[in-house]
Structure formats: C-alpha cells, structure tokens
C-alpha cells in the first residue's frame, strides 16, 4: 500500500508541477509539452484508481490527438516566443496585467465549486450508491464497457461511425484540391515498358545535339 | 431477439452509401454513376419503407427506436422528396461545377439521420441522428467552396446550429437528471409532477429544435444560408430537414412530455405566431428569390406550429398534412428556380423573372400556380394545407392565433402576388434556355399537377394521414 500512495504522490506531484508550467513557461512549445506531461500524469492517476479504459481513452485522445494538433497549430502560427505579459503589460508598465483578477477569480470560483462538490459527497453518501448499476466486479471496466456498447448501445455505436464517416468525407470535400500537372509515379507503366518503346537510336549531327524532351 | 428487419432501411442506407463512396474513390470520372445509383437506392429505400406501413408499433433497441405509422409516414415523405431534389438539380450541379462524388454521398447521409431522428424514441439516439444530418448539411451548405458566400453559408450554419446543438444537449442532460432516464416512454411514466429544471430542459430542447426548423426567434441563419449555399442544397435545405425535425417536434412533445401540456402550449404559441408575422413582414423587401423562399419557408413553419401548439390529435394531424403540401409546393418552386438558366449561369433576383411569361408561357404557369398556392388560395393544394390548420386551431377555440394566421397570410400574399405581376406584366428580358432535363421537367410536371388537382381528392391525403393517432 505504501508503494501505492508513493506513485499517487509523484504523479500528482507531477501533474500539479506540469500544470503550472503549462501557464507560466515563456515558450509555447514548452507549455503544450508541460500538457502533454499533464495528461500522462492524470491518466497514470486514472489507471492506478483502477479506471484503466478512462486513461488509455485519456492517452489516446488526448495525448496523441488533441495534443498533437495544439503542437502543430503552434508550430503552424508560430507563435512560439510569445511574450510574457501574464505578471505585467509590456506596452505599458504602469498598469498591472488584467488577466490577474480574471483567472483569480475563474480560479475561486473553479474552487468554490470543488468544495460544494466535495461537501455534496461528504454529507450526502447515499447519493453514490443511488445508481442501480448493476457492476460484476469480476470484469475490468473496459471489458464492462465493451458489454454494454456492443449490445445494449449497439445501435448508437453504429451511428458514431456514421457520423465519423461523414465528417471525414466533410473534411476531405472542403479541404482537397486536386493539383493539376502533378507527376506521378506509375508502376504497372514502368514494368511494362520495354526495350522498343523505351530506347530510341538517333542521329546526332555534329554541333547540333538532339532534342531528348519527350 | 431484435427485430432486424424493421430497420432494414437504415441498414440499407448506410450500406449502399458505403459501397457507392468505395465506386467513388476506385472507379474514376465516376460521379454521374453515383449519382444514378444513389437515385436507384434511395427508389428502393422507398419501397423497402411501403412495406412497413402498418398500425403496429415496434419498438427496436431496448426501446430506442420506434417503427410506427408517423415514423413511416414521414421517412417517404422525406425519401420521396429527396428523390426529386436529386432528380432535379443534376444540371444545376453540373452547370456550377459542383458535380462530385460526394454530393449525393452527403445527401444519402443526411438523409440516414433525418431517418434516424424521425424513429427515434430516445434521447441519445434523436441527438445522435440530429448530429448526423446536420454534419452533411454543413458540408452540403460549404459544398461549393470557391464561392464565398457558399463558405460563408456553410461557417454561419456551422457556427449557430454547433450553438443550437449545445443548448439542446444541455436540455438533455436537465431532462435526464430530473426524469433519471433518456427513453421517452420512460420519460413521461416518471414525469408525476411539474418541475421547473424539467420545465427548463424542454424549453432548451425546443431551442434547439425550432433551430432546426428556423422558426423565429431562431432564424437569423435561414436568410443568409439560403441565399450562399447551392441552389440545389437550398432546396435541399428548404425540404427535408423541416421535415424531420417538425416529427421530432411531434414525438418530443406529445409522448414523453404531453402531461406538461400547459407548460409548452404557450411557448409554441409564441414561436408560431412570431413566425408567421416575421416571415409574412420581413418578405416584403426581399430582391433575391432565394431568401425570399428563405422567409416564405420561415412563415410556412409557423403555420404547423400552429397546427402542433393545439394539442389535439387533428391539430397534429393538420400540420402533418400542412408539412406535406409544403414540400410538394418548394419542389415546385425551387424547380422553376432551376429553369431559370441563360448561358451557364443561373438567375436568381425577382427582377429576372420580369415578362417570362412572353417567353415561356407554360413555366410561367406553373410558378403562377406555386405562387398562389403558397398563397393560400383556393383552390390550390396551399389553401386546403391551411383550412386544415385553421380548422384544428378554431375548434379549440384558439381564435387568437386564428386570427393572427389569417392577417399574415393576407401580408404573405402580398410578396407572391407581386412576383405574378412581375412575370406577367412587366417588360420581357432575354429568353432563359429551355433544354432542360428530364428528370427536372418530371418533378416540376407532378408538382404541379399535384397542386392543382388536389382539391379533386382532397381525402386521399387526409385519410392516410388520419391514421396518425398519437395521442
């Protein structure tokens, strides 16, 4: 159990430290590799709290995917010396930076509600077990997930594949341009190429030269 | 066991879309055959849909689907109204270079959620349905992307209906927290008494659905999508998902939350009357045919909102009757816009339309016939859609919105009447070409026809629809 809380410690060690880094690093690139950080860390959490599908779904989407396009999106503005202006405004130095009070009080609030939350939970215990799921604690929750998606909801599962059919038919359709004048590489047309039709004897006249543009 | 063969539509849809995207990537110069095959599948869609047409209800999927006649009703509708817009816009989409295999892949699947969303009976699954048709319709609005105003379209549409999304799934998540459940029936067996975070949830679903219908006060994308996106995607637009969403209407309002009657009554009321005003008044000025149409479908949908705020079964009734002869007078419309080409290039301002009828006495006819109808004037199929409406809305004794309905259809008339003026007694232009195809002569053909010939067997349509008991 020791070894337990000892991991709990580090990780959420690390995903405090990362989180504030994600905020206060100077370099954009380093504050997405900070996220990234974060989400390991939180889905390391979920895993140890015995919710393993919740933080592969956590890795796979959130650090190979919505991470990954925040990295090229950065990369793509190039905004990646962006200046520092959380602590104090450059332009002008009197005034103190106005997002300060802002994220202070979204950060209070964000606060506030943890403890109604918590408060709920402490008090109210009965609320948790209010759920008439019924949960075999012999299957690890992916396995109980895959039960129930692939019966009761086969329906709905099917319709999300529908609908990231058609948004990948969207993206294509808005985006694909078919470029004009590409060449392309053939290989049924370099295999079947032989010697008569690929190797021609010309006459080179003196101090002319051929022209070889085909 | 499920009962797989109730949802062999969908299964059908969704497979054929697949296989026609793989025609589509490995076969080259490969659009035309897709969209011929996606008219043949959307054909047998339609007959694998005639065989369901039973007074049965089905449930599917731990209650999550529900097969019954409205259901059944309006996916023909929505099937067969798609089959026109396909058949007529072909030569749109090749005359403006958008003629891609995509096209009609986008339109089979927004065509997929529209259907999803009409059967569903659940909240996931008419979310996820939803999801599914507007996706398309962002694209589909965006399609011709080189035109700014199609991007801009498509980004507005995008930007404000991902809002109406939002605000919707928030009523969502209220809706399950207060009723512990998201299947409808469930629903309205828990719902004993009046809560207000209840309350809350159907006002914030309601949002989000007259979003969809663009019902005022959520209408300020209609215009501006309308008139940028593709003529044929407007159609599109101006058809099908009006359709879906007003049964969504129908299936959100009268199964789980009918005992809450008194506390939704008031809203549609609202959203009815405010629609049929503004889109009666803010017509008027109106230069280009397309946001006119844009106005004119917004007015259009306060009328069956007034027909869904009575709450009676022949309120619902009438407004499904009303929904249908709406559709049949937009492909009629919206099939006039496309004849109005010259050289490639199509028209779209109501001052093209000046002295057509010198030129074209027979096209002319029949936009004078859709005017009118849309008019609501006997005895055109427009007037019968909304005698019907106010016949439910007067016998429950709702003479105010009765009234209102009456005042803006005499504004209304005001706009389509000037287009007949213009056609008929302005001076001539130029001629617009007349080799059009024949898949678009056909649907202006029947849509006429059908019309002006409905006063004939007013019943056929009111009986099929009379077997449509929700309540």
């Not at chain 1, 709290?49 to 793509?76: H, P, Q, S, T």
């Not at chain 2, 008419?126 to 962002?138: R, V």
């Not at chain 2, 659905?209 to 996106?229: N, Q, R």
């Not at chain 2, 010259?342 to 096209?363: A, M, T």
């Amino acid at each position: 159990m020791i070894i337990h809380s000892i991991f709990f410690y580090i990780f959420s060690l690390i995903a405090i430290v990362s989180a504030i880094m994600v905020t206060v690093s100077r370099n954009t690139v380093h504050s997405v590799f900070f996220l990234i950080l974060d989400f390991v860390s939180i889905s390391c959490l979920f895993i140890m709290g015995g919710a393993e599908f919740l933080g592969m779904i956590m890795l796979i989407v959130y650090v190979g995917a919505v991470a990954v396009l925040f990295l090229f999106v950065v990369m793509m503005l190039n905004v990646t010396q962006q200046e520092n202006e959380w602590f104090q405004s450059k332009k002008s130095k009197a005034k103190s930076s106005s997002h300060i009070p802002i994220g202070f009080l979204i950060s209070t609030i964000i606060f506030f509600e943890l403890i109604i939350v918590i408060g709920g939970w402490k008090l109210k215990p009965e609320l948790s077990e209010s759920f008439n799921l019924s949960v075999n604690n012999d299957l690890t929750n992916t396995h109980q997930i895959g039960y129930v998606l692939y019966t009761d909801y086969i329906h709905l599962f099917q319709i999300s594949g529908m609908i990231l059919l058609v948004s990948m038919i969207g993206a294509i359709v808005l985006t694909y341009r078919k470029k004009e004048g590409l060449k392309r590489q053939s290989y049924i047309k370099q295999i079947s190429r032989d010697r008569s039709s690929g190797v021609e004897a010309l006459e080179v006249e003196k101090n002319k030269g051929v022209s070889i543009d085909v | 066991m499920i009962n797989l063969n109730f949802v062999y539509p969908e299964i059908f849809l969704s497979i054929s879309l697949m296989v026609m995207l793989l025609i589509g990537v490995f076969k080259k110069e490969s659009s035309n055959i897709v969209y011929i095959l996606s008219i043949f599948s959307l054909i047998i869609l339609l007959v694998l849909n005639f065989n369901l047409f039973d007074k049965r209800e089905i449930y599917l999927f731990n209650e999550g689907f529900k097969i019954d006649f409205l259901s059944t009703f309006m996916k023909v509708l929505i099937i067969s109204s798609g089959i026109f817009v396909m058949l007529s816009s072909s030569i749109y989409l090749k005359a403006t270079k958008i003629f891609k295999i995509e096209y009609p892949i986008l339109l089979l699947s927004s065509i997929l959620g529209m259907m999803i969303m009409i059967s569903s009976n659940d909240l996931i699954v008419f979310y996820m349905g939803l999801e599914l048709q507007s996706l398309a319709l962002y694209v589909l609005a965006s399609f011709n992307r080189d035109n700014q105003l199609s991007s801009e379209s498509g980004l507005k549409y995008f930007v404000l209906s991902a809002l109406s999304s939002g605000l919707l799934l928030y009523g969502c998540s209220l809706i399950y927290g207060f009723s512990g459940t998201t299947n409808f029936n469930q629903i309205s067996l828990n719902i004993n008494e009046v809560q207000y975070g209840l309350t809350l949830g159907i006002v914030f679903i309601l949002v989000g659905l007259s979003f969809k219908i663009s019902a005022v006060p959520f209408h300020m994308w209609a215009p501006d999508v309308y008139a940028g996106s593709p003529t044929s995607v407007t159609m599109f637009f101006a058809i099908l998902p009006k359709v879906a969403a007003l049964t969504v209407f129908i299936k959100f309002l009268y199964i789980p939350f009918i005992n809450l009657i008194d506390q939704w009554q008031i809203i549609l009321i609202f959203l009815s009357i405010s629609s049929m005003i503004f889109g009666a008044v803010a017509a008027i000025g109106q230069e280009n045919l397309k946001r006119l149409m844009a106005y004119s479908s917004i007015s259009h949908m306060g009328f069956a909102l007034a027909g869904l705020s009575v709450g009676t079964n022949e309120g619902i009734q009438s407004s499904i009757v009303y929904v249908s002869i709406y559709l049949v007078m937009n492909l009629a419309f919206f099939s006039c816009l496309f004849m109005l080409k010259r050289n490639n290039s199509y028209f779209e301002n109501i001052d093209d339309l000046s002295g057509l009828s010198k030129n074209h006495p027979l096209l002319s006819l029949s936009m004078m016939i859709t005017l009118f109808s849309l008019a609501g004037i006997p005895p055109l199929a427009g007037f019968f859609a909304k005698f019907y409406i106010f016949l439910a809305v007067v016998k429950e004794e709702m003479y105010f919105l009765a009234i209102i309905g009456l005042l803006s259809t005499v504004i209304a008339a005001f706009y389509y009447l000037r287009i007949i003026k213009i056609i008929y007694f302005d001076p001539e232009k130029e001629k617009f070409d007349s080799d059009h195809n024949i898949g678009l002569k056909f649907t202006l053909i029947i849509s006429t026809i059908l019309i002006l010939i409905y006063f004939v067997f007013p019943s056929s349509l009111t009986n099929v629809i009379s077997n449509i008991n929700i309540l």
